[in-house]
């Protein structure tokens, strides 16, 4: 139930931000006309703000999906080292092998093998 609140949050909080940016030419004039500017100055900072609030919402995006993928990461690599308990080379190991697993994943999105990337998030 956690993960289905999150995922509200989530899409809730994209929408609304994308409402903003999307209509931001509707409200920051009126918002702006108080202040008693011009128009030009209103054109430039309304872009402005339209700009700022693009990135907003792709850098929130960005920034929940790299916590999605290192939290992934990280029980990954707990079940890994609970598989063996009280052998730490063999648990050396297996971080090794995850780095170098790693490694191929990504070379492998460079050449363009998405076989491998397809098996790593399944």
């Known amino acids: 139930m956690n993960s289905q609140k999150d995922l509200a949050t989530f899409v809730g909080t994209i929408v609304v931000a994308a409402a903003l940016a999307g209509s931001a030419n509707l409200w920051v004039p009126m918002l702006l006309q108080f202040v008693g500017t011009n128009a030009q100055l209103i054109q430039g900072l309304t872009a402005l703000i339209q700009i700022i609030l693009w990135f907003g919402i792709l850098l929130f995006f960005?920034?929940?999906?790299?916590?999605?993928?290192?939290?992934?990461?990280?029980?990954?690599?707990?079940?890994?080292?609970?598989?063996?308990?009280?052998?730490?080379?063999?648990?050396?190991?297996?971080t090794a092998a995850q780095f170098v697993n790693q490694a191929d994943t990504i070379n492998g999105l460079t050449q363009g093998n998405n076989n491998q990337v397809n098996n790593n998030f399944k």
């Open 62 to 94: 960005l920034l929940k999906l790299y916590f999605k993928i290192k939290s992934n990461s990280a029980s990954r690599s707990t079940d890994t080292l609970s598989n063996h308990p009280g052998n730490q080379s063999n648990a050396t190991g297996n």
